[in-house]
């Protein structure tokens, strides 16, 4: 397999002969209005229409023309866009700055899948950690996971910022329909301590599992609200840090103890790190028992 993806034509999009087409269309183009084109096209509203793995959409309120989608498929291929998509499902290095393959599809790989990186089939490594965290979703919503004082964990708080926010809140909203209606899920991301104390104001810190969600456990954000999580729940709980380690949040030790118990989702996914990604990653199969990051007792 070839190590890199050759570029497309080194000739700016706004030189290409599609876009120069597409600057001429739009001048008709933007005059139309979708009442008359709903009218001339009684149909329109099916045939601008796509359905596929449970999603539907319809851009047929949009103010495009058949014309418009012809070129704009043109401009595609004048920009080699199915040769790079093809090279990053392929596995292949199309982050040329950090020469890396991108492979966010092999976090969402079928299992029967193969996706090749330097000769080796990364989809059973992903397979194998999302197994892990179905594994532990499952003993935390039945109550066979607990918190250090016995207590059944009732309570979900993600720390994160950025998309380590956006991301799990997405998923939460997205498949609240099915969620344990008798857990409860909060995030914080702001930095002002306001965000955390709302958030928590009406647990209690024995039922209440923190998840951080950080590729490199250095964020001032994360990392200032984990430090805040930390002293809630020894505060809360009476525990006292001689006996309670700060596995859960990433603090001082935390880093070692989630490379080994963790959940790891290392740099295939081309995010902007050279190390391994131990993020505390939102398994959306696992209907929000979220994790893995946790705290742990000895």
């Given at each position: 397999m070839a190590s890199h993806v050759?570029?497309?034509a080194k000739r700016p999009s706004?030189?290409?002969?599609?876009?120069?087409?597409?600057?001429?269309?739009?001048?008709?183009?933007?005059?139309?209005?979708?009442?008359?084109?709903?009218?001339?096209?009684?149909?329109?509203?099916?045939?601008?229409?796509?359905?596929?793995?449970?999603?539907?959409?319809?851009y047929?309120?949009?103010?495009?023309?058949?014309?418009?989608?012809?070129?704009?498929?043109?401009?595609?291929?004048?920009?080699?866009?199915?040769?790079?998509?093809?090279?990053?499902?392929?596995?292949e290095?199309?982050?040329?700055?950090?020469?890396?393959?991108?492979?966010?599809?092999?976090?969402?790989?079928?299992?029967?899948?193969?996706?090749?990186?330097?000769?080796?089939?990364?989809?059973?490594?992903?397979?194998?950690?999302?197994?892990?965290?179905a594994e532990f979703s499952d003993r935390l919503r039945t109550g066979v996971w607990k918190g250090h004082t016995g207590k059944r964990i009732r309570n979900v708080v993600n720390i994160g910022i950025g998309g380590s926010d956006l991301g799990p809140v997405m998923a939460y909203e997205a498949l609240k329909h099915y969620s344990q209606r008798d857990m409860t899920f909060r995030f914080v991301s702001n930095i002002d301590g306001t965000d955390f104390s709302e958030a928590v104001r009406d647990l209690d810190p024995e039922e209440t599992l923190f998840i951080v969600s950080s590729k490199t456990f250095t964020t001032l954000e994360t990392m200032t609200n984990a430090h805040t999580a930390r002293a809630w729940s020894l505060a809360g709980s009476g525990s006292t840090p001689p006996t309670c380690s700060d596995s859960g949040i990433g603090l001082a030790g935390a880093i070692r103890w989630i490379r080994r118990s963790g959940f790891p989702l290392w740099s295939r996914s081309g995010r902007i790190t050279s190390a391994p990604c131990w993020m505390a990653f939102t398994k959306w199969m696992s209907i929000f028992a979220q994790l893995p990051s946790r705290r742990i007792c000895r």
């Open positions: 050759q570029a497309p706004v030189k290409r002969l599609a876009w120069g087409a597409l600057a001429s269309h739009y001048k008709s183009a933007s005059k139309l209005h979708l009442r008359q084109l709903f009218a001339d096209d009684p149909k329109r509203g099916q045939r601008m229409a796509i359905e596929a793995v449970g999603l539907y959409l319809d047929s309120k949009n103010r495009v023309t058949d014309e418009t989608l012809k070129l704009l498929v043109q401009l595609a291929e004048e920009s080699g866009l199915r040769v790079r998509i093809d090279a990053m499902f392929s596995g290095k199309i982050n040329i700055t950090e020469k890396r393959a991108v492979l966010h599809v092999a976090l969402r790989a079928p299992k029967d899948t193969s996706i090749l990186v330097d000769g080796k089939n990364v989809v059973p490594e992903v397979h194998a950690v999302l197994d892990k965290m």
